[in-house]
């Protein structure tokens, strides 16, 4: 059984003798970087809410009866930046009882040159709005409220490349305007693979896949369509590394909408994968 819901709501994962786990984006931690319990951040604004986000989880032994305690996977801290976790996440307690997480995070930097002063992610992310990262993180090894290896934090995919001299950066708009979103997690024989939507690709010239209001009426927010990639891992390393992305849709360049007159460019946005399968995975 898989659960996910959009923007910072949990994730279940389950599968392995009676592991199953929750997973779920919240505030980071209360009394700095690490702790379990999130914290309410002051003064809050929309895009604060959004980007100061860290990955907590809790798992259980004995299928739900009863829960470990609650651990901060991400620790970030809102001093100093760093890829902060941004909407999107997909979990999976793969066959050998390993939890592994993926999710889209967006770099955010501490550039008011004050140590230690709290930074506004409004004015902070290089390559905004479109720069960032797909990550995944696994429990390999270790017991949960352990010290665990930050090492196991690994880049599944890298959307940073730079933007400035593009003509125009039609994004997704909402809970979907960077390059990386929506990975899915899934399991199928000896091999990790991960699903997900990406807008664009500036590193190998792909700038323009938005519909052509971007163009004809000056909206860019909204207007970008997705291509769907998928990437594989061999469950023999748990995930630390992974191969280069295949894509699996084709590029339409300044496509049109239904909202324009040619209803039959599909919009491309969504990519779902099985959680676990035998032989072929969906």
Known sequence: MY???????????????????????AYFGASGPGDPESGYLEPISLLLEQNAQDIYIMTSDDAGETWNGKYNVTKNDITTGGWWPYADMSAVIDTEGRLHVVWTARQQVNLTGVAGSVIDPQMDYPGFPL?????????????IGAALDDNYI???????????????????????????????????????????????????????????????????NGSANANLYFTVSPMANGGQNWDPARLLTDFTPRCDTAETGNPGVPVIRWPRMSVIAISTIQ
């Open 3 to 25: 659960c996910h819901r959009r923007g910072s709501g949990p994730a279940e994962a389950t599968g392995y003798e009676g592991k199953v786990a929750i997973v779920w984006t």
């Open 131 to 143: 720069a960032s990262r797909i990550l995944h993180w696994s429990d390999d090894g270790e017991a």
């Open 154 to 220: 690994t880049i599944v995919r890298d959307g940073t490349a730079d933007w400035s001299e593009m003509d125009s950066i039609c994004v997704g708009g909402a809970w979907h305007n960077t390059s990386l979103n929506l990975p899915s997690i899934g399991q199928c024989d000896d091999k990790l693979y991960v699903s997900f939507a990406q807008f664009q690709d500036v590193a190998n010239g792909i700038w323009d896949n938005c519909h052509i209001t971007a163009w004809t009426q000056n909206i860019t």
